[in-house]
């Protein structure tokens, strides 16, 4: 969000091709190997699809019943952008010995091969393929080979393209019997929204999953694991299973556990539905300036635009408030005091809001933490103010390509953050109010980037909100995602999604309140928010930003995702009849815009 009112910094930036081994290769097929010999099996799981994408992992892609080389079911893929729509899984192989990988193909520019083999990787393409086509090549593990990973994919701008009956034909790996159930199950520190666990070790498992209420939530290494993002004064139960190479054990024996009731995450006097607003407070743009008296009380909470830092990697936070030569009807300090003490006393909540496009801040030091905490400090105790909001926009908050796991970062800029954070809700208290407004490109496009990725080669910003986000769920009131200015996202439906109707906000919301895996990795899940601290962040206005809203589209996304009506082609995975609200950018484009967005509102709930 920005002094202009159109930010638009996912449409300045695209992710970097995602960089593999594989190269565009001559067309032909490698010669392939005599008959296969009697003790050669199929090694690749799934390979009809005919189990969805179960032991896939894929970018970008669903099956379809139509069309199909065989079975009842396909892989349909379709490249976008810099993503060319990978699937791929891993296969438990010999060392030093010879396999065939083959699939049927269709479409332009569809891609099979294997990496990891240990000796020369190899794949095999068509130009192009109007029927079913296939696709083979041969290759030969290295001497201490024991995993590779086939692959198919599809290339830039090229469609959508199809798969089946993919196999790797070659001597099969004894994987011996899967572990025993583990045992000793205990719930230890239980909070409002996690329960931990752990368990005895179990001999011959290399790993762990955890079962809530029947459904498998996480994989582990371990012998302890925290399931989190679970609701307040709610009982569940949880059992974990034992893994290796054969397979899962038996489920261990079922433990229970109640959450805590928590506070809400911060700020618990907040009205069931919120309607949340930033108020241009330190500048004029086309909207005009906005005196804090003259906010109606239909907003809940006003955000005020925005507190900036003296250099990028200071810290140091300032709020400026507009000056008389820019604004002529700006307050004096003591009126603009005074209306701040008046909206709290009718129960409203004031915060500043740190970043904005212009306002880049990189927490690259200690030193810079601790100057972030006590400038920001100053501001609230100056002001009055009942919290803060985080609005880090383009380059404040970037991963390190070492940092891939979002639930224990090691880039410094998200680890000061996370710390200066956490600093400021311990000393406040719990009626400390923490929100967020990144952009859909630090979020929900985690689902299938993170980081610069696994080869390398992707924007180091993309998802990089979520270990901040993941961190801070028990202290973080409300996340308003921007869901404006932004590019086509894949939604868990893996289809994209784009601005310009109910069903972009339907589907970026469902993905906050489901939770999703990262990056496609179904062991890395990013667990679901509670629905009240979610609220929908949207322009409004046609001059606040791209990808406004007509107010019966704001209608429809909000019925279909409170009570599961009038909901468009995405299917969402649940009804939150408790989502929090609504965000804007912002109060002064509603009042432009003859408050449209806030009268619609106030109609919808009340």
């Given at each position: 969000?920005?002094?202009?009112?159109?930010?638009?910094?996912?449409?300045?930036?695209?992710?970097?091709?995602?960089?593999?081994?594989?190269?565009?290769?001559?067309?032909?097929?490698?010669?392939?190997?005599?008959?296969?010999?009697?003790?050669?099996?199929?090694?690749?799981?799934?390979?009809?699809?005919?189990?969805?994408?179960?032991?896939?992992?894929?970018?970008?892609?669903?099956?379809?019943?139509?069309?199909?080389?065989?079975?009842?079911?396909?892989?349909?893929?379709?490249?976008?952008?810099?993503?060319?729509?990978?699937?791929?899984?891993?296969?438990?192989?010999?060392?030093?010995?010879?396999?065939?990988?083959?699939?049927?193909?269709?479409?332009?520019?569809?891609?099979?091969?294997?990496?990891?083999?240990?000796?020369?990787?190899?794949?095999?393409w068509t130009q192009s393929a109007a029927d079913?086509?296939?696709?083979?090549?041969?290759?030969?593990?290295?001497?201490?080979?024991?995993?590779?990973?086939?692959?198919?994919?599809?290339?830039?701008?090229?469609?959508?393209?199809?798969?089946?009956?993919?196999?790797?034909?070659?001597?099969?790996?004894?994987?011996?019997?899967?572990?025993?159930?583990?045992?000793?199950?205990?719930?230890?520190?239980?909070?409002?929204?996690?329960?931990?666990?752990?368990?005895?070790?179990?001999?011959?498992?290399?790993?762990?999953?955890?079962?809530?209420?029947?459904?498998?939530?996480?994989?582990?290494?371990?012998?302890?694991?925290?399931?989190?993002?679970?609701?307040?004064?709610?009982?569940?139960?949880?059992?974990?299973?034992?893994?290796?190479?054969?397979?899962?054990?038996?489920?261990?024996?079922?433990?229970?556990?109640?959450?805590?009731?928590?506070?809400?995450?911060?700020?618990?006097?907040?009205?069931?539905?919120?309607?949340?607003?930033?108020?241009?407070?330190?500048?004029?743009?086309?909207?005009?300036?906005?005196?804090?008296?003259?906010?109606?009380?239909?907003?809940?909470?006003?955000?005020?635009?925005?507190?900036?830092?003296?250099?990028?990697?200071?810290?140091?936070?300032?709020?400026?408030?507009?000056?008389?030569?820019?604004?002529?009807?700006?307050?004096?300090?003591?009126?603009?005091?005074?209306?701040?003490?008046?909206?709290?006393?009718?129960?409203?909540?004031?915060?500043?809001?740190?970043?904005?496009?212009?306002?880049?801040?990189?927490?690259?030091?200690?030193?810079?933490?601790?100057?972030?905490?006590?400038?920001?400090?100053?501001?609230?105790?100056?002001?009055?103010?009942?919290?803060?909001?985080?609005?880090?926009?383009?380059?404040?908050?970037?991963?390190?390509?070492?940092?891939?796991?979002?639930?224990?970062?090691?880039?410094?800029v998200v680890v000061n953050l996370i710390s200066?954070?956490?600093?400021?809700?311990?000393?406040?208290?719990?009626?400390?109010?923490?929100?967020?407004?990144?952009?859909?490109?630090?979020?929900?496009?985690?689902?299938?980037?993170?980081?610069?990725?696994?080869?390398?080669?992707?924007?180091?910003?993309?998802?990089?909100?979520?270990?901040?986000?993941?961190?801070?769920?028990?202290?973080?009131?409300?996340?308003?995602?921007?869901?404006?200015?932004?590019?086509?996202?894949?939604?868990?439906?893996?289809?994209?999604?784009?601005?310009?109707?109910?069903?972009?906000?339907?589907?970026?919301?469902?993905?906050?309140?489901?939770?999703?895996?990262?990056?496609?990795?179904?062991?890395?899940?990013?667990?679901?928010?509670?629905?009240?601290?979610?609220?929908?962040?949207?322009?409004?206005?046609?001059?606040?930003?791209?990808?406004?809203?007509?107010?019966?589209?704001?209608?429809?996304?909000?019925?279909?995702?409170?009570?599961?009506?009038?909901?468009?082609?995405?299917?969402?995975?649940?009804?939150?009849?408790?989502?929090?609200?609504?965000?804007?950018?912002?109060?002064?484009?509603?009042?432009?815009?003859?408050?449209?967005?806030?009268?619609?509102?106030?109609?919808?709930?009340?």
């Open positions: 969000m920005d002094r202009t009112g159109r930010t638009g910094p996912f449409s300045r930036r695209r992710l970097i091709a995602v960089c593999t081994a594989t190269a565009l290769a001559v067309p032909g097929l490698a010669a392939l190997s005599s008959t296969a010999r009697a003790a050669d099996a199929d090694l690749a799981r799934n390979g009809g699809f005919e189990s969805g994408l179960d032991g896939w992992t894929c970018t970008a892609g669903s099956t379809v019943t139509s069309p199909v080389r065989s079975g009842s079911s396909a892989l349909k893929a379709t490249p976008a952008g810099s993503d060319y729509a990978q699937c791929s899984q891993t296969v438990t192989v010999k060392p030093d010995a010879q396999y065939t990988l083959s699939g049927y193909v269709r479409g332009s520019y569809v891609y099979l091969g294997a990496t990891g083999t240990g000796t020369t990787d190899v794949s095999t079913w086509q296939k696709l083979a090549t041969t290759f030969r593990t290295g001497p201490s080979t024991t995993k590779v990973t086939i692959y198919t994919h599809g290339w830039y701008g090229t469609g959508t393209y199809y798969a089946d009956d993919v196999s790797l034909v070659g001597p099969g790996v004894d994987a011996g019997q899967p572990p025993a159930a583990p045992t000793g199950l205990t719930v230890g520190t239980v909070s409002s929204s996690s329960v931990a666990l752990s368990w005895s070790a179990v001999a011959g498992a290399t790993g762990y999953a955890v079962y809530r209420d029947g459904a498998k939530v996480q994989t582990v290494t371990g012998t302890s694991a925290t399931v989190s993002g679970l609701t307040p004064s709610t009982a569940y139960s949880f059992q974990v299973a034992a893994t290796n190479d054969a397979g899962e054990s038996a489920k261990s024996s079922t433990v229970t556990a109640t959450t805590s009731a928590g506070s809400g995450g911060g700020s618990s006097d907040l009205p069931p539905h919120a309607l949340v607003g930033y108020l241009h407070a330190s500048f004029a743009n086309g909207a005009g300036y906005t005196r804090m008296a003259d906010v109606p009380d239909s907003w809940d909470v006003i955000d005020l635009a925005f507190g900036e830092p003296t250099s990028v990697t200071s810290g140091d936070i300032r709020f400026n408030r507009c000056p008389a030569t820019e604004c002529p009807t700006v307050e004096s300090d003591a009126d603009f005091k005074a209306a701040i003490k008046a909206k709290q006393a009718a129960g409203k909540k004031v915060l500043i809001s740190i970043g904005g496009q212009n306002g880049q801040v990189q927490l690259t030091t200690t030193a810079a933490r601790d100057t972030f905490v006590s400038s920001v400090s100053k501001i609230i105790d100056t002001y009055g103010l009942d919290g803060l909001d985080i609005d880090f926009e383009g380059h404040s908050l970037s991963l390190d390509a070492s940092d891939t796991d979002f639930k224990h970062p090691t880039t410094p200066a954070l956490k600093t400021l809700k311990a000393k406040y208290g719990s009626k400390f109010v923490l929100s967020m407004a990144p952009e859909t490109f630090f979020v929900q496009l985690g689902y299938q980037y993170y980081g610069t990725g696994k080869w390398g080669g992707q924007d180091p910003r993309a998802g990089a909100y979520l270990p901040v986000i993941h961190a801070l769920r028990d202290d973080l009131t409300l996340l308003h995602v921007q869901d404006y200015n932004s590019g086509p996202i894949m939604g868990l439906d893996n289809q994209y999604h784009s601005m310009g109707g109910a069903d972009f906000h339907i589907a970026m919301t469902d993905m906050l309140l489901t939770g999703f895996p990262v990056a496609g990795d179904a062991n890395n899940v990013f667990p679901p928010l509670r629905p009240d601290q979610i609220a929908i962040g949207m322009p409004a206005s046609t001059n606040a930003g791209n990808g406004y809203v007509a107010p019966a589209e704001v209608t429809k996304a909000l019925d279909c995702l409170t009570k599961k009506t009038n909901c468009g082609s995405y299917a969402t995975h649940g009804t939150w009849p408790g989502l929090r609200g609504l965000m804007t950018w912002s109060v002064n484009w509603d009042r432009f815009g003859s408050w449209e967005f806030s009268t619609n509102f106030g109609r919808y709930f009340g």
